[in-house]
């Protein structure tokens, strides 16, 4: 079945950088549309940012433009999430989603930015 598994996630201090991956299986990832969404402690879960099947459209938050890239390269089946000029509000649980006939979910990996 279809499985969405990211990793990358960890504790870096503000102004550091990682790179999130998500790994697809179970479904032709070439054909679904790919985005990163994040949710903080209390709060809801939001888009960060999205990229279209070709990788030809992408579209990102306010929150993180000029600071976030999102890319994906088919043939890996994975779509990543570099994220630079980190700062504590980018805290939260990072999840990546797939859509086209249907919408899965990955189980999320941990971003925390303190000093």
């Known amino acids: 079945q279809a499985q969405l598994v990211e990793s990358g996630g960890g504790l870096v201090q503000p102004g550091g950088s990682l790179r999130l991956s998500c790994l697809a299986s179970?479904?032709?990832?070439?054909?679904?549309?790919m985005s990163w969404y994040r949710q903080a402690p209390g709060k809801e879960r939001e888009l960060v940012a999205a990229i279209t099947s070709s990788g030809t459209s992408i579209d990102y938050a306010d929150f993180v433009k000029g600071r976030f890239t999102i890319s994906r390269d088919n043939l890996r089946a994975t779509v990543y999430l570099q994220m630079n000029s980190l700062e504590p509000a980018d805290t939260g649980v990072y999840y990546c989603?797939?859509?086209?006939?249907?919408?899965?979910w990955g189980q999320g990996t941990q971003v925390t930015v303190s000093s």
């Open positions: 989603n797939a859509r086209f006939m249907a919408s899965y």
């Open positions: 179970g479904f032709t990832f070439s054909r679904y549309a």
